[in-house]
């Protein structure tokens, strides 16, 4: 591996650090709001006991931390480390810059789409910068099938709830529950950035030719599904391809060409691992899985 590719990682930690914090420290926090985790945490003490949130967000996380770096790897160790350190320090450097207060609503929307950007990025890179989103990645490891964001989603809201006990304010409760659908959602989108694909089902009389043009233009595979139509009461087979979105308007126009009458079904694939897609994936690393590598590899 390079040294680009080393650094790499750790740019966009960097970068998903410095949009949480300025989300956070110049959007939500002079509204009392916060979209959960430890950010909610650091927010209540920084407004009753005026402590600053670059400390709570280490100390908090430190702790995490010391609890929950062995589900991480060694990789995931040094990430993280570096999310929590790069985190209280962008928040000690915006400290002392302010915003004009403007609108709640529009705090809450922006500052919500900044820090989903920032913990996508660095979940992205296998990393974390704490509280929920650390909690999460290591409750993800366990269970990969759920994701990150809902693990998030389901830590953020208690302690939404009860920050908005402690303020005692429906509305700081509600604006924050709404940075934090906004925070999710954007972090959803990071993960799934670049991961998307289509799924064409083509009926046709012409699978052979078919399947040997989307060889040769789109170097993808098919794969021959035996089929019967029951109007008709014929045997043949069904292909099934997977294709990038920019190529699908290129592969409906080929199979529309070469056949007409060609019965297409598509529908989304939302991650797809294999030759022509993302090969080496978060889930090869996962901690959990290193009894079943043991008894199946090779």
Known sequence: ?????????????????????IGLRLFLVPFKLSPGGVSTVSTVLFYLFRVPLSFTNLFVNGVLFLFGYKYLGKDGILKTACGVIFTSLFLAVLDNISLEQGDVFAASVFGGILMGLGVGLAVRQEASTGGSDFAALILHRFFPHISVSLFILLIDLIIIFLSGLIFKSFSTSFYSALALAVSMKTTDLILAFGDAAKSVYILSDKTEEISTAIGEVFSRGTTGIPARGMYRKTEGLMLLSVVSPKELPSLIHLIRRMDPSAFLIISDAREVLGEGFKSGTGYDKMMINKKLNRRYDG
């Open 1 to 21: 591996m390079t040294i680009a590719n080393r650094i790499k990682p750790y740019l966009f930690i960097l970068l998903g650090t410095l949009a949480l914090c």
